[in-house]
């Protein structure tokens, strides 16, 4: 049977959660994902507050919605950056994909407070989050597994950073199979490969938190007196995980600079 064609009622209702979500967006950038409420979000919107609740019945309901618009915006952002590259260049689709994560989260800093800062007291992310959170991070995990088929403890010539003597991945200490299980189950699952090197999910997770904590410490204000572009300092960061990884990815050209960490807005500055 074929789906019904949305009614008018359906797109009214449609159009005006999404405006109670772009208020609720532009309060995240404002405030802080803490301070949210249904209240002033109805108030910005020109409803009664009592109407919002049709719509969203409560405040994490609400919080919920954006955590999964948000994650999948973020998400297909870097799956368009990645796929924009032939899938053997890998170098290319590793700094595109990383250079996404950055620029949208540059883009949306209230967005970004609510993903990845400090956790909304009271509110605890359902299910539903799981899937639209990973999205990111998995285009992260397939270029590195790309990278590195069929070189299963071994890099490629070329690839550690400048100054750092080691045979490859493996080379590093004790196994990381232990701690790394459940990743490397769900990468499993997922039916990408049923072959998979421990070690480089260990250092694919690693270089996952290593990219976000960049984007973070930019845009709380962490790097001000120390990094003075925070476009070319992320990508020789992504240049020298990589690097750590096991495959070699070099930054193209000059940042783009209406992303270049020069004039956009910090979490928590004075406005």
Do not use: K
């Not at 009214?12 to 309060?27: F, G, H, N, Q, V």
């Not at 990408?192 to 690693?206: A, G, H, K, N, P």
């Amino acid at each position: 049977m074929a789906d019904r064609a949305p009614t008018a009622r359906d797109l009214a209702r449609e159009t005006i959660r999404t405006r109670i979500l772009d208020a609720a967006r532009a309060r995240l950038t404002e405030e802080g994902p803490a301070q949210l409420s249904l209240r002033a979000v109805a108030r910005d919107v020109g409803m009664v507050s009592s109407a919002t609740y049709r719509y969203f019945p409560s405040r994490d309901d609400l919080l919920t919605a954006l955590l999964v618009q948000d994650y999948n915006e973020l998400g297909a952002a870097v799956e368009r950056a990645d796929t924009a590259h032939d899938r053997t260049d890998v170098g290319g689709r590793w700094m595109a994909a990383c250079r996404a994560i950055r620029e949208w989260s540059v883009g949306h800093p209230g967005d970004f407070a609510l993903l990845y800062g400090s956790p909304v007291p009271g509110y605890a992310a359902p299910q539903e989050t799981i899937e639209p959170a990973t999205r990111a991070t998995l285009v992260l995990v397939r270029i590195a597994l790309d990278a590195t088929a069929g070189r299963p403890g071994s890099a490629p010539a070329g690839a550690p950073a400048p100054g750092v003597a080691r045979s490859g991945p493996a080379a590093a200490g004790p196994s990381a199979a232990p701690v790394v299980a459940g990743a490397v189950a769900y990468i499993r699952a997922l039916g990408y490969v049923e072959d998979i090197d421990d070690e480089v999910v260990m250092r694919t997770l690693m270089a996952w938190t290593s990219l976000f904590g960049t984007v973070s410490f930019e845009l709380f204000g962490h790097y001000v007196g120390s990094v003075s572009d925070h476009a070319a300092y992320f990508d020789l960061v992504a240049e020298r995980l990589a690097a750590d990884i096991g495959f070699v990815a070099v930054a193209p050209g000059v940042p783009d600079p209406a992303v270049d960490g020069a004039d956009h807005p910090q979490i928590g500055a004075a406005r």
